[in-house]
């Protein structure tokens, strides 16, 4: 499985944004896919994760403002960011976890929020 992530920009405090991870299979069957992000300096952290049957898991400092989907009609899952901070600001990746192959990483889009 291929993935595209897209949708990171320039975003003042307080904005939204929407990321997608476009997946070039059926992401239907897929375990888990999710959001992990790096800042510069800091280790990669975990943001938000997808179960197949619609389970979510938020990460606590973005719980309340970001919102995980995925449309399997669209092979595509999306990561709807509000209220964003300056710490919000890092390269945003999107993962998915087939449990028979293991898990698939798509490249990052860089989220910066600044005024």
């Known amino acids: 499985v291929q993935l595209q992530a897209s949708g990171g920009g320039l975003v003042q405090p307080g904005g939204s944004l929407r990321l997608s991870c476009a997946a070039s299979?059926?992401?239907?069957?897929?375990?888990?896919m999710g959001w992990y992000r790096q800042a510069p300096g800091k280790q990669r952290e975990f943001v938000a994760f997808?179960?197949?049957?619609?389970?979510?898991k938020y990460a606590d400092s973005v719980k309340g403002r970001f919102t995980i989907s995925r449309d399997n009609a669209k092979n595509t899952m999306y990561l709807q960011m509000n209220s964003l901070k300056p710490e919000d600001t890092a390269v945003y990746s999107c993962?998915?976890?087939?449990?028979?192959?293991?898990?698939?990483w798509g490249q990052g889009t860089q989220v910066t929020v600044s005024s």
């Open positions: 993962y998915a976890y087939i449990s028979s192959a293991g898990t698939y």
């Open positions: 299979a059926s992401i239907s069957g897929i375990n888990a």
């Open positions: 997808t179960g197949s049957v619609g389970s979510t």
